[in-house]
């Protein structure tokens, strides 16, 4: 339930302050910060791929600072196991029982740093909280707190030592965003910074402070579930999916759950746009972030140079427009 006393437009001015407020600790990034605000708004998760050194961390833990959220770093390896996620039952002589341990996922924001340097198997161990917002351990179910959400960093795929997510993994993801290296004029900045003084392990000193919390996402959600979507933007939504499936470089298209999150996203932009409704430029503005993981491409398509978010711009090219 949202506060009241907390007016939807005060709220919006809150979330839309965070990118200012994280920006004084990461440069150039403002696509990125603008996804995760939508995640947070439509209760996703999100994975975010880049080099190594683009400050995908960084970028979590200033949003944190930022909402005044509590969030948990993860380091995946290889020798990573489920239970070192979720957490474990273990025994506590002094009162000679069994107690549950709870792992770090029992927090706001999960960042799982480098999730594909891990074996499937841990990867997985994250499937029911993202879903269920929850973990059952020796059989128990136990609530996640609310807000909670996954923000995943990976690597390349094609970077050593790295293992694809599970089909079923991807598609719990509501965005997938890319992390670029950054212009020569943001690296500037930068470097800028770091010559006078800036510590990225000490982001008070750099002067971010909590601009919105609990309260003011939560009236942000209640006013995107407001948010009204007209019949031909949801047919809109649906070609776009459907284009997908049939493409020849395609194996395996975007699902209904797909299509779902795409619309939900593109509520959360209209929302934070200032509109009570969404236009069929707020479902082709959130495509690329929304579909672009939920696609796999055939071997011999990917041999040519074929990418997904080329195929979305085919499909977004040529899939009808409604007026």
Known sequence: MSDPAIDPTAA?????????????AVVGNDAAVTGLILALLCRGHVLIEGVPGVAKTLLVRALATALDLRTTRVQFTPDLMPGDVTGSIVYDPGAAEFSFREGPVFTNLLLADEINRTPPKTQSALLEAMEERQVTVDGTGRRLPDPFIVIATQNPVEYEGTYPLPEAQLDRFLLKLTMPA????????ILRRHAEGFDPRDLGAAGVRPVAGVEQLAAGRAAVAAVAVGPEVI???VDLCRATRGAPSVRLGVSPRGATALLGAARAWAWLSGRAYVTPDDVKALARPALRHRIELRPEAELEGATTDGLLERVLATVPVPR
């Open 12 to 24: 919006r001015q809150a979330l839309i302050a965070l990118r200012a407020e994280v920006g004084k």
């Open 182 to 189: 950054p212009s020569r004029d943001d690296e500037i900045g």
């Open 235 to 237: 047919g809109y939504a």
